[in-house]
């Protein structure tokens, strides 16, 4: 007859004889129920290896990367680890064996490869053991693929009127190359009205190298053909991109698929590189000689200011140097006599038929010191009395 606890409490409560009863408590220390852990539990499970990617007897191919190479490791345990090993060979040849400390029951870890060798195949033994001293392991193979560059720059610039630098090539604006693939480069910024071409070397040099066009004049900026031509050969017909509206643009050169990618992330206004103030009201009255400059915004290139003392009158503001009324478009408010404390304007063509050439207008009460802002992201100008 098999024991169990309820056997032995049943003869207990049957109140036997004193002899038995001592006999029934050395039996009782025998009588616990087979099913009640002593409190160890008993792992007969094994550890599992967990790598992202490959299975037993697959090939990990893991892209080269500038910034750094790494497998990454991960085993498990239910009740506990102890160690894992790590053996990468080539050959007859071992070329990493590492062997490390689990602890707990999940343990990742991160095998730097910055040792081996891009585009070679290489074998892969990764083995662990838990607390209990069960083992698992896996066999694979491991490739670091590397994209070699099928062109020789190691540097691309954006350059041009559309650019914050424009031709000045002390400012060109380096392109970022991808880590991961020496043949895209990318580049993010703010892309004003005007044109633009990419020269691929650093050197301040119009004539040092390869320059990067379009393939024709006014080629649409969804267009993805492109053409590298020398810098100042004869044949080169330096055809530009070209923007006519402001915003923030992202650029990708893919040399691997031969193409470019122009996307616009956001419009803004449009900028210039001086705004001038003229009319009666300003310090240089209707004479453009003597009109009077906005300060740019060195932070900001969409903004322009000026401070000083306006007289009774009216002003507007012009975009463009030349001393002619004729020569670019003006900026006006929407309305003849706007409130100065209204932010509309509107650009026009100066001496168009269509252009109503309203001004802002300073009264007699309201003459006095101001400062004024523009803003052609936010199309905004504040006028404001001092």
Same mark, same amino acid.
């Given at each position: 007859?098999?024991?169990?606890?309820?056997?032995?409490?049943?003869?207990?409560?049957?109140?036997?004889?004193?002899?038995?009863?001592?006999?029934?408590?050395?039996?009782?220390?025998?009588?616990?129920?087979?099913?009640?852990?002593?409190? %160890? %539990?008993? /792992?007969?499970?094994?550890?599992?290896?967990?790598? /992202?990617?490959?299975?037993?007897?697959?090939?990990?191919?893991?892209?080269?990367?500038?910034?750094?190479?790494?497998?990454?490791?991960?085993?498990?345990?239910?009740?506990?680890?102890?160690?894992?090993?790590?053996?990468?060979?080539?050959?007859?040849?071992?070329?990493?064996?590492?062997?490390?400390?689990?602890?707990?029951?999940?343990?990742?870890?991160?095998?730097?490869?910055?040792?081996?060798?891009?585009?070679?195949? *290489? +074998? !892969?033994?990764?083995?662990?053991? /838990?607390?209990?001293?069960?083992? /698992?392991?896996?066999?694979?193979?491991?490739?670091?693929?590397?994209?070699?560059?099928?062109?020789?720059?190691?540097?691309?610039?954006?350059?041009?009127?559309?650019?914050?630098?424009? *031709?000045?090539?002390? +400012? +060109?604006?380096?392109?970022?190359?991808?880590?991961?693939?020496?043949?895209?480069?990318?580049?993010?910024?703010?892309?004003?009205?005007?044109?633009?071409?990419?020269?691929? &070397?650093?050197? +301040?040099?119009?004539?040092?190298?390869?320059?990067?066009?379009?393939?024709?004049?006014?080629?649409?900026?969804?267009?993805?053909?492109?053409?590298?031509?020398?810098?100042?050969?004869?044949?080169?017909?330096? *055809?530009?991109?070209?923007?006519?509206?402001?915003?923030? *643009?992202?650029?990708?050169?893919?040399?691997?698929?031969?193409?470019?990618?122009?996307?616009?992330?956001?419009?803004?206004?449009?900028?210039?590189?001086?705004?001038?103030? !003229?009319?009666?009201?300003?310090?240089?009255?209707?004479?453009?000689?003597?009109?009077?400059?906005?300060?740019?915004?060195?932070?900001?290139?969409?903004?322009?200011?000026?401070?000083?003392?306006?007289?009774?009158?009216?002003?507007?503001?012009?975009?463009?140097?030349?001393?002619?009324?004729?020569?670019?478009?003006?900026?006006?408010?929407?309305?003849?006599?706007?409130?100065?404390?209204?932010?509309?304007?509107?650009?026009?063509?100066?001496?168009?038929?269509?252009?109503?050439? &309203?001004?802002?207008?300073?009264?007699?009460?309201?003459?006095?010191?101001?400062?004024?802002? %523009?803003?052609?992201?936010?199309?905004?100008?504040?006028?404001?009395?001092?």
């Amino acid at each position: 007859m098999m024991w169990s606890a309820k056997n032995c409490f049943k003869v207990f409560n049957n109140r036997v004889f004193p002899v038995a009863l001592v006999l029934l408590i050395g039996l009782m220390t025998g009588c616990q129920d087979n099913s009640v852990s002593s409190g %160890i %539990i008993e /792992d007969i499970a094994k550890p599992v290896i967990d790598l /992202d990617g490959v299975s037993e007897g697959d090939t990990l191919t893991i892209s080269y990367s500038y910034l750094g190479n790494f497998l990454d490791i991960k085993v498990l345990d239910e009740t506990g680890l102890q160690a894992y090993h790590v053996e990468i060979s080539e050959g007859q040849n071992t070329l990493i064996d590492v062997t490390n400390e689990a602890l707990g029951t999940v343990s990742e870890y991160s095998l730097d490869l910055s040792d081996l060798n891009p585009n070679v195949l *290489y +074998q !892969v033994l990764v083995s662990v053991t /838990d607390a209990a001293e069960n083992e /698992d392991s896996m066999q694979f193979s491991l490739q670091i693929f590397f994209q070699e560059a099928i062109v020789d720059y190691d540097d691309i610039f954006i350059v041009g009127t559309a650019t914050s630098g424009g *031709y000045d090539l002390s +400012q +060109q604006s380096p392109m970022t190359v991808n880590p991961d693939n020496p043949n895209i480069f990318t580049w993010t910024d703010t892309l004003r009205t005007g044109e633009f071409k990419f020269k691929t &070397y650093p050197e +301040q040099d119009f004539c040092g190298g390869d320059w990067i066009h379009p393939i024709e004049s006014n080629q649409a900026l969804s267009a993805t053909e492109y053409s590298i031509e020398e810098g100042c050969a004869a044949g080169n017909p330096d *055809y530009k991109w070209n923007v006519e509206v402001p915003g923030i *643009y992202s650029i990708t050169i893919n040399f691997l698929e031969e193409t470019i990618t122009i996307n616009q992330d956001q419009i803004i206004g449009e900028t210039f590189d001086e705004i001038y103030m !003229v009319g009666s009201a300003s310090p240089g009255g209707w004479d453009l000689a003597s009109q009077t400059a906005l300060t740019q915004n060195p932070q900001n290139e969409f903004e322009f200011n000026w401070s000083g003392e306006l007289v009774a009158g009216e002003f507007k503001f012009k975009v463009y140097a030349g001393n002619d009324f004729c020569g670019g478009r003006w900026i006006h408010p929407t309305s003849q006599g706007q409130a100065l404390t209204s932010t509309d304007f509107e650009l026009l063509v100066g001496c168009d038929a269509d252009n109503p050439d &309203y001004k802002w207008v300073i009264g007699d009460a309201e003459a006095g010191n101001y400062s004024i802002q %523009i803003n052609m992201a936010s199309r905004t100008i504040n006028i404001s009395a001092q």
